[in-house]
């Protein structure tokens, strides 16, 4: 018996599925085990940002060893279509106030465009009912990019 290989998606594919996109998974190294959390995420063509609440086991993890793997899916909900892209590499944190600020409008558009809920500004440390622009105005988050991407794993179903 032959064991079918999910085909890889190029460049421009996986590329979609993040510009699509705007939930992720964050794998950090954890003490014993990895420890997974959901992230809110934008995408510039060339680097994913994230908004991080400045508190949580994350941030231990993260000051600890910045080395990640983030994971962007996209699939139907009985699951005949599928496509996922892993990527490993480090956060940095913006630190630059402006960078911050254009990350943070990203933040505040993509919500916006996408009509997210606004309960979702309670999973980036405000209250659910606050408006996006919170997140110009007040700095709750860290802002992070992600960089040094050593490896990209992008499949799909056939």
């Given amino acids: 018996m032959e064991i079918l290989k999910i085909p890889k998606m190029e460049k421009k594919e996986y590329d979609q599925v993040i510009h699509e996109g705007h939930l992720s998974r964050i794998a950090f190294r954890g003490v014993d085990f990895p420890y997974i959390a959901p992230f809110l995420y ?5 680097y994913l940002y994230f908004l991080s609440t400045r508190y949580g086991r994350k941030i231990e993890f993260y000051r600890t060893n910045p080395s990640v793997s983030v994971e962007i899916e996209q699939y139907s909900p009985d699951l005949s279509t599928f496509r996922f892209v892993s990527l490993q590499g480090r956060l940095e944190e913006v630190r630059d106030p402006d960078y911050s600020v254009q ?8 919500i916006k465009d996408r009509g997210l809920s606004p309960t979702v500004m309670s999973a980036l440390g405000h209250s659910p009912g606050d408006p996006p622009e919170k997140i110009l105005e007040e700095e709750r988050n860290l802002v992070w990019k992600l960089v040094g991407v050593k490896d990209i794993v992008a499949l799909k179903n056939a």
């Fill in 42 to 46: 934008v995408f510039d063509g060339k």
């Fill in 103 to 110: 990350v943070r409008t990203r933040f505040v558009d993509m």
